[in-house]
């Protein structure tokens, strides 16, 4: 039952994060940067603490009575997976939700598979001996998951050639109808930078276990015999997003700097209340697909294949709203083959990596 339940919420996560950019289409009028921080300031500042307050007792103190390593940690990879995600909203801003969300995710569950593992190889870490890349390699599960990762990275390039065959044959109007910015080259180097950054989300989560591990320990006491915390993950997300916050803030400010476009947030051209409403949506709802994945962790057991089937809802949902979007609407039918076939590829990628982190270590 606990594994049916893990599924579920990862579903409601994936759902979340795969719909998290369509309030941000409704909002008119303001430079890309000023909607992306007020959503911002909703899932990095004000949402994941309120969160953690309302389902951790003592979510502060757990913070303040761990290691400064540990939280110096978290942070920075919070730090680095910021980057990947300024760099998404980018990502689908130039490629579409569709082919965006396969290609950035495609490298975001490859890495966030292997990044935990190259750093456990290089700083040998206890109770994570069989986490190394050199077990992978030596190891029937690591082998599975390696050979997924080369999968998803086939199944990312058929959908950069899927885009290029779309540009190639959309006519322009349906092109700037479906994508208004549409670039598949700025697109694609943004999307692969974002998608590997993007991955350090998943080990920041690893390196803020010990906090996790606390929360669920404390809630144990009091309710013995009741298995995992639900809401462990909670208090890590916190940290985890400080860190998001500090990369985005930075940037968006210089973008508002150079684009001069601090006017937007009292512009009263433009329906303000309505822009701030969907922005503070996105926002939120983009924090819910931790909210959910770290409920749907904490039943499952598996961080890596957690991680795994959280990317590949993911994938679906927001190919989904590309259809419903008709981001595709005008292309041939083969580029229509290809894209799905790209698509499905990296799902595929995705179930075998998840496999691959489920047997026998």
């Given at each position: ?301 598996n961080g890596a294949s957690s991680w795994i089937l959280h990317m590949s809802f993911i994938i679906l949902v927001a190919n989904g709203w590309g259809i419903f979007l008709k981001e595709w609407k005008g292309v041939s039918r083969r580029t229509n083959t290809t894209i799905i076939l790209g698509i499905l590829t990296i799902i595929a990628s995705v179930v075998i990596v998840g496999y691959g982190n489920s047997l026998p270590k």
């Amino acid at each position: 039952m606990g594994i049916i339940l893990g599924v579920i919420f990862h579903f409601i996560g994936g759902f979340a994060s795969g719909s998290f950019y369509m309030p941000y289409q409704k909002v008119k009028g303001w430079n890309w940067e000023s909607f992306w921080i007020v959503g911002g300031l909703f899932s990095w500042l004000i949402v994941p603490p309120l969160a953690a307050y309302l389902t951790i007792p003592g979510f502060a103190d757990i913070i303040k009575g761990s290691s400064t390593l540990i939280v110096r940690t978290t942070f920075l990879m919070g730090l680095l997976w910021g980057i990947g995600g300024l760099m998404y909203g980018l990502g689908v801003r130039y490629l579409g939700m569709s082919l965006g969300n396969s290609v950035i995710l495609g490298f975001c569950s490859a890495f966030g598979s292997l990044i935990p593992a190259i750093y456990y190889n290089y700083v040998p870490t206890p109770g994570k001996e069989k986490q190394t890349l050199y077990f992978m390699l030596h190891n029937p599960g690591g082998q599975w998951v390696l050979m997924g990762v080369l999968i998803c990275l086939i199944g990312i390039a058929i959908c950069g050639w899927a885009g290029m065959m779309k540009e190639k044959s959309q006519p322009e109007v349906q092109k700037k109808e479906s994508v208004k910015e549409f670039s598949l080259v700025k697109g694609l180097i943004i999307a692969t930078v974002s998608g590997i950054l993007s991955a350090f989300f998943n080990f920041g989560i690893e390196a803020g276990k010990p906090m996790a591990d606390m929360a669920n320990a404390n809630w144990q006491l009091i309710h013995p015999g009741q298995g995992n915390f639900l809401f462990q993950n909670n208090v890590i997300f916190v940290v985890i997003l400080w860190g998001g916050l500090t990369t985005n803030f930075i940037w968006c400010m210089v973008l508002n700097a150079r684009n001069k476009s601090f006017g937007d947030y009292t512009n009263q051209q433009t329906p303000l209340a309505k822009n701030y409403l969907f922005s503070a949506l996105a926002g939120t709802t983009w924090f819910l697909q931790f909210f959910f994945y770290g409920m749907g962790e904490s039943k499952m057991g598996n961080g890596a294949s957690s991680w795994i089937l959280h990317m590949s809802f993911i994938i679906l949902v927001a190919n989904g709203w590309g259809i419903f979007l008709k981001e595709w609407k005008g292309v041939s039918r083969r580029t229509n083959t290809t894209i799905i076939l790209g698509i499905l590829t990296i799902i595929a990628s995705v179930v075998i990596v998840g496999y691959g982190n489920s047997l026998p270590k």
